[in-house]
C-alpha cells in the first residue's frame, strides 16, 4: 500500500513538474520578489537579527487571543509543458499551457469567544490551450451531457460512452478554456459562503462551436462550525528546532529557529537590515526535497528501504535547467510583518519515471517549466462586498449534480 501511496505521489509530482512554465517575458515571477539589498546570514547573524521575533506577534500583535488583520494577495502561475504517459499497449499524450492570475483582499478577525470570522473579495482568471487524449476529452463531455440542468432526469439519454483504445498513440483533441470570475467570501459565526460570478467561463473541444458554463453560484454554504473555528493559534512550546538565542522565543513562530531549520534543510539565508529586516530564503528542489526527507528519516519517520530508493531514483530521472525556490519576508523597524512573497521558477528539459512490472507497464516521460508568483501585502483597508447575494444559487443546482451525478458510470469500468 505505502509504494502505491508513493507511486501516485510521484505521478502528481511528475504532473507539476512538466505541466507548467513561464510563456513570455513577463513571467518570471517577478511580483513574488522584495528587492533588497542582501547579503548571506549566517547562524550568529541569524541569532542576532531573528532570534527574537515571534512571527505571531509580527503578524496580529501583542494579544494572540483577539485581533483584526487584512491582507491583500497577488498571485500568478504559468505553465507549460507536455507529458506522455504510457500504460500497457498505448501511450496517452498530453500537452497544456496554462495561464492563472488571482487577486484577492480579506479581512481576517479572531477572538477566543467566537472563533475566526473573514470577509473578502477578489478576482482570478485563467486560461487554458492544450491537447488531451480524445477519450478523455469524450468522457468529459458524456458527464456534462449527464448533468445537462435542462435535461429530464427521467429521460432515457441515448448516449454512448467513449471506448478505450486498446493499442498505439491514443488520438488527440485540442482543448481550450477561459475563465474571468469574481469571488466573494464571508465567514462568520456558524456559517460560510463561497461565491463565484463568472464573468467569462467558456471552453472549446475540438473543432465545436465554444459553449459558456455557469454564470453565478454559491460553492458552499453553510458550512461546519469545523471550518469556522479552524482559525486561531496557540504557540507550542516543543518546537523542535534549536533555539538560536537564549533570551529569545522558542516557539512554533520564532523567525531565528526556523530559519536555521532553513539551512539545516540545505537553503541559504540572506538578510537586508538596512531599514527594518528583509529576509530571503533560496532553494535548489531538489535540495530541498532530499533535505526535508532526509530530516523525515532522522525524526524516524516509516520509511521502507525499497521506497527510498524509489525516491531518490525519481528525483535523479529529472534533468532540470532551473530548480529556484525563493521564499520572501519583510519586517518594519518594529518587527510588524508588512509582507510575504515566493518566487518559484522550474524547467525541467527530460523525465522519464519507470514503474513497470512483470506484468505492466507504466512509464511517464515529458518536460515542461513552471513559473509561479505569490506577494501577500499587510493592509489596514477595509473589505468592501456586495451585500446581497440573495440571488446566487448554490453550485449543485446550478449544474444539476445532485440528480444526475448517479446516471454516470465509474470510468474504470467503461469501454
Partial sequence: ????????????????????????????????????????????????????????????????????????????????????????????????????????????????????????????????????PTYGVEYLKYLLSMMDPDQDPDANIDVDPPELPETGTAPTTDVKANVETNIYTV???????????????????????????????GLFDGASKFFVDMGGFDVEETYFAQQVAAEGPASLYNLGSILVMVKQLGGKVYFDA??????????????????????????????????????????????????????????????????????????????????SGEDETFIISGSGSLSLSLSVEKTNDKVTAPTDLSSYKNIEDIIGFEDKAEMAPDPEFVG
Fill in 1 to 132: 500500500m505505502k509504494k502505491l501511496a508513493l507511486m501516485l505521489a510521484s505521478v502528481m509530482m511528475a504532473g507539476a513538474l512538466v505541466g507548467v512554465c513561464a510563456c513570455g517575458p513577463n513571467s518570471s515571477g517577478d511580483d513574488g520578489k522584495i528587492e533588497g539589498h542582501y547579503t548571506e546570514a549566517t547562524e550568529q547573524d541569524i541569532a542576532n537579527k531573528a532570534g527574537s521575533i515571534d512571527l505571531l506577534t509580527a503578524l496580529v500583535g501583542s494579544d494572540p487571543d483577539s485581533w483584526t488583520i487584512g491582507a491583500k494577495a497577488q498571485e500568478k502561475l504559468d505553465v507549460d509543458g507536455k507529458i506522455d504517459l504510457t500504460i500497457g499497449d498505448v501511450v496517452w499524450p498530453l500537452q497544456a499551457k496554462l495561464g492563472e492570475e488571482l487577486n484577492y483582499f480579506v479581512n481576517v478577525a479572531y477572538n477566543t469567544d467566537e472563533g475566526t470570522s473573514f470577509e473578502g473579495t477578489g478576482s482570478a482568471k485563467v486560461s487554458l490551450e492544450g491537447k488531451g
Fill in 187 to 217: 465567514v462568520g459565526g456558524d456559517d460560510a459562503k463561497l461565491y463565484a460570478e463568472l464573468k467569462t467561463a467558456k471552453y472549446k473541444f475540438g473543432t465545436e462551436a465554444e459553449q459558456d458554463l455557469i454564470g453565478k453560484g
Fill in 274 to 355: 538596512s531599514n527594518g529586516l528583509k529576509v530571503k530564503v533560496s532553494f535548489q528542489l531538489v535540495d530541498l526535497i532530499k533535505g526535508i526527507y532526509s530530516f523525515a528519516q532522522g525524526e524516524e519517520y516509516d520509511v521502507e528501504e525499497e521506497e527510498d530508493d524509489l525516491l531518490l531514483a525519481m528525483l535523479d530521472s529529472v534533468k532540470f535547467s532551473k530548480q529556484t525556490v525563493e521564499v520572501y519576508l519583510q519586517l518594519d523597524s518594529n518587527n510588524n510583518l508588512k509582507q510575504i512573497g515566493l518566487d518559484l521558477d522550474v524547467g525541467v528539459t527530460s523525465m522519464t519515471l519507470d514503474f
